[in-house]
């Protein structure tokens, strides 16, 4: 099974500044890398596929990059509704495996 | 309106069987495989299972092989969960999730449901 580790857990930044969040595989998933966002009480919500590419209607301030087995999620200028989890996921391989999640606060 | 809508959760107890249902709406439902993705309470995502789109290539994690069983009927654009010897361990929030593609693929969730919550406890 792949091991998705993200880091950090919890980031706290600005409202306005910019938010990195880093997704690591255990071993190569090629580009194959989805990044999702849940806002309390909501489902998960697809933001990128194949690691780069914005889901329909996602805003341009989402970027993702990364291959093999180091990816990013980048948000620039964040707006307060930003503030969420955000998920990373393999789909490169069976199982499907998720990172563990990464709490992004006000800070 | 392109939809997923869960139901079928409950408070259970340990050992017993629960059948949860997903309905779909406004999109092909037999064009796309399907899945269903967990969370339990607090926690993160864990997928579950996934069908293809014609039931020819089914999967499961390893956490409820044996004991849940995957199914969808697309004359009724429905998926469905049949879970038995259910365990504390499986209290979660039930997600279903389409797929991109038609067999799963090398493909990710582009649309989920709000999830039916499901209680394991005495």
């Known amino acids: 099974e792949i091991v998705m580790t993200q880091s950090p857990a919890t980031l706290s930044v600005s409202p306005g500044e910019r938010a990195t969040l880093s997704c690591r595989a255990s071993?190569?998933?090629?580009?194959?890398l989805a990044w999702y966002q849940q806002k309390p009480g909501q489902a998960p919500r697809l933001l990128i596929n194949g690691a780069s590419t914005r889901a329909t209607g996602i805003p341009a301030r989402f970027s993702g990059s990364g291959s093999v087995t180091e990816f990013t999620l980048t948000i620039s200028s964040l707006q307060s509704e930003d503030f969420a989890v955000y998920y990373c996921?393999?789909?490169?391989?069976?199982?499907?495996?998720f990172g563990q999640g990464t709490k992004l606060e006000i800070k | 309106e392109v939809q997923l809508v869960e139901s079928g959760g409950g408070l259970v107890q340990p050992g017993r069987s629960l059948r949860l249902s997903c309905a779909a709406s406004?999109?092909?439902?037999?064009?796309?495989?399907m899945h269903w993705v967990r969370q339990a309470p607090g926690k993160g995502l864990e997928w579950v299972s996934s069908?293809?789109?014609?039931?020819?290539?089914?999967g499961y994690a390893d956490s409820v092989k044996g004991r849940f069983t995957i199914s969808r009927d697309n004359a009724e654009n429905s998926l469905f969960l049949q879970m038995n010897s259910l365990r504390a361990e499986d209290t979660a929030l039930y997600y279903c999730?389409?797929?991109?593609?038609?067999?799963?693929?090398?493909?990710?969730?582009?649309?989920w449901g709000q999830g039916t919550l499901v209680t394991v406890s005495s």
């Open positions: 999730a389409k797929d991109i593609g038609s067999d799963g693929d090398y493909s990710w969730f582009d649309l």
């Open positions: 996921q393999q789909y490169n391989h069976w199982p499907r495996t």
């Open positions: 069908i293809s789109w014609n039931s020819g290539r089914i």
């Open positions: 406004g999109f092909t439902f037999d064009d796309y495989a």
């Open positions: 071993q190569s998933v090629s580009s194959r």
